[in-house]
């Protein structure tokens, strides 16, 4: 018999609740249960980052968390970047400077670059590089990824000093 | 993968944890970033999993002449930490900072490592060259426990059913001392192939560990190119044991001369 307890989370700031197994992970939570697949599922084995959302600000790996342990904490998956319909200054980055092809890894890397800008908003490209290290992409390269992050954070220290 | 069915309890203090622990196949979780890999794998399939990640028990604080890091510290906290800036403790944000990637720093914690006792972690390296000692909580009291004798093998630790880390302890090294991590690490699992840590006295004394080489991380002793000559070293298909000796060699000197450098830097 499986056990099913209930969630409540805030998930791109809005509260929210659901019934969920103990073992469920919390990126199936947001998948199944809230119907938010922008976070993917890209491997088996914590590798891959396709998945990540942040949890209070911090990147991490949504298939490396177990919904349970998100209760009381704030998530921000790449449904809840964008603001009034406008896409977020990382987003539209990414659409400037091809930082992606296929888009299957892009709310990983993205969130992951949203994570690094907010502590290091002019981060020198070896660490934006060291940032992605869990975040793997199969199809442009990173080169590309990369300068996407560098435009984003000139853009996001333009519009802060602004 | 899905892991296995399982049950969940949060705990809100230590002796609730211990408590919720006497479960036979209970399992403590904080970050989780070695146990919901390995239960996703279905190699672990605990009972219960007893959330220990809200207790007070993270935090750097120098006290006493003694380096105090909570168990529930994050990797990334480790790097933030400005008591740690002094050329003696550079390694562990040295080594912090090369652990897993920024997912996994964000959420993986000192003592979890410590727990999972992967033979190829990091940071046991660091902590065996500073000399540091566990604090372990159980029902039956508290005991510290060096780490040296707290690693008994691959996953295999002094950690008996019901016990807890709750504290990591370093005794503040010397004035003039400096320390160092140095790695080779296998390009797709970031796990070092070779790792070694280095502490370097003013005086020209010092400790070397070394991680990645055996079935445990472990000091080096008095002279360490001869232990590593003598050492007991582990290979597989993505290196062999000779070849692992050569790397942990080079390691070797690279970290202790960083850490010399560094206690250069401090005098």
Redesign the interface.
Known sequence: M??V?SLEIVVNGEQRSLEV?????LV?ALRDGLGLTGAHIGC???QC?AC?VL?DG????S????A??A?GTEVTTIEGLASDGVIHPIQRAFVEHHGLQCGFCTPGMIL?AA??LSRDPDPADETIR??????LCRCTGYQSVVESIRAAGAELRGSATR | MIPAPVRYARASNVEQALELLAEPDAKAIAGGQSLISVMKLRISRPSLVVDISRLELGGVEIRDGELHLGPLTTWDDLIGAAELRRPALAAIAECASGIGDLQVRNRGTLGGSLAHADPASDMPAVLLALGAALQLRSPQGERIVPLGDFLLGPFTTALVAQELITDVVVPLPAPGSGSAYVSVEHPASGFALAGAAALAGADGGGRVAVTGIGARPFLLGDDPDAALAQAEIFGDRFASADYRRELAAVVVRRARESAAERARDDS
């Open positions: 499986q056990v307890e197994e103990p073992r469920t992970l199936h088996d084995t914590s980052g990540t949890l911090r990147a991490v790996k298939c490396t968390v177990l349970l342990q209760e992951t994570d690094l060291h940032a992605l290290r869990g975040n």
